[in-house]
């Protein structure tokens, strides 16, 4: 139980940043399917095989070109919400002029000095 859950939260964590390429590739893949079948119907009614190796060559192909996107994409173009952890916001936060919480002067400040700027600006 413990291990589905577990596997669950990490398959979801993997797929939060990437849904949007994974629904661009889930869709290209079923119109590749869609008209693949359309095509094949369409032969069926006019028994006209001439092109038919070419639409199963062509149906393969289009679905590899899009599972290499999708891996191109993953691998080289980042996403917006992978790295984004370790930035801090750059939020300036403007105090409420008729409440003072006693930290207005720092948030104008640009830069806080921690203890060992303090001992080296000595």
Known sequence: MLTRFVALYALLRWLKPRWLRLAVLIISLVLISYSH???????GLTEDR?????????????AL????GFVISLRFL????????????????T???????GFDFLR?????DSRSDKILKK
């Open 108 to 112: 104008g400040k640009k830069d806080l």
């Open 78 to 93: 980042p996403s917006k919400t992978v790295g984004a952890k370790g930035k801090q916001n750059s939020i300036i936060v």
């Open 50 to 62: 001439t092109y038919l190796a070419l639409s199963y060559l062509l149906k393969y192909a289009l």
């Open 37 to 43: 079948s359309e095509y094949m119907s369409y032969v």
């Open 95 to 101: 105090a409420d002029p008729d409440h003072d919480d």
């Open 65 to 68: 070109i899009a599972l290499v």
